[in-house]
């Protein structure tokens, strides 16, 4: 199984410029998440989707955007990045969804994304 | 709202020697915790997890951690690490009822030779 994958790894954008984080999973998991980590921050939540069809914010939304295209599939789109979104970025999903909130995180490998 | 203290930043320690990465979190409901492990250019991954039950849990690569409810710990310990343990360790808090877990922000543990 490659579980949770992520495209691109690595990207440069300029200020300015839009782009699309792609996320997908093939284990069939109800929710979806949407995370950056900087240096001495840890893990901040940018969006969530616990469920097809839904999305919420998190902690740090302003900036970006989510679609939960299908099941399978959660995208990040910056509509306009700025140097503060230089970052990475990981996807993860969890079977957490209905009754069941104990579910752990799978993550994706991250992508690097740098704003200049 | 919950939060989750780690605290220290950085745990440096020699090979074969003990470790203890400390973990605090502050919640007025009943939670699940885990603690999860970060190496280099990847992803995070699953360590090991308290839902209920025994309040010592064991994970992978010989680590376990203790819950203590009246101290609101889930401290996370290897009696010897290795050079491969050379990571970063979150340290994260579910409350009952939500999707959201709050994660601490890590702890880098050095294993030098």
């Known amino acids: 199984n490659a579980g949770v994958t992520q495209t691109p790894k690595f990207q440069v954008l300029k200020t300015g410029q839009s782009m699309t984080l792609q996320c997908a999973q093939d284990?069939?998991?109800?929710?979806m998440y949407w995370y950056r980590q900087d240096p001495g921050m840890g893990l901040r939540l940018i969006y969530y989707?616990?469920?097809?069809?839904?999305?919420d914010k998190g902690e740090v939304p302003n900036g970006y955007n989510v679609s939960r295209l299908n099941k399978r599939e959660f995208s990040l789109r910056l509509e306009s990045a700025a140097p503060s979104q230089t970052s990475v970025y990981f996807c993860?999903?969890?079977?957490?969804?209905?009754?069941?909130?104990?579910?752990?995180?799978?993550f994706g490998n991250g992508t690097r994304l740098t704003v200049t | 709202a919950q939060s989750v203290t780690q605290l220290d930043s950085q745990v440096p320690v020699f090979e074969e020697a003990p470790v203890e990465l400390r973990c605090n979190y502050s919640?007025?409901?009943?939670?699940?915790l885990f603690w999860y492990v970060q190496y280099p250019n990847q992803g995070l991954q699953l360590l090991l997890k308290?839902?209920?039950?025994?309040?010592l849990v064991k994970g992978i690569n010989g680590f376990e951690a203790e819950f203590n409810k009246s101290q609101t710990s889930f401290h996370l310990r290897k009696p010897s690490v290795h050079i491969s343990d050379t990571a970063e360790y979150f340290c994260?808090?579910?409350?009952?009822?939500?999707?959201?877990?709050?994660f601490g922000r890590g702890t880098s543990l050095i294993v030098h030779p």
């Open positions: 993860a999903s969890s079977e957490a969804g209905g009754s069941s909130y104990n579910s752990p995180l799978h």
């Open positions: 284990m069939n998991h109800n929710s």
């Open positions: 989707s616990a469920s097809e069809g839904t999305t």
């Open positions: 919640s007025s409901v009943s939670v699940y």
């Open positions: 308290y839902l209920s039950g025994s309040t």
């Open positions: 994260a808090v579910s409350p009952g009822g939500s999707y959201i877990p709050t």
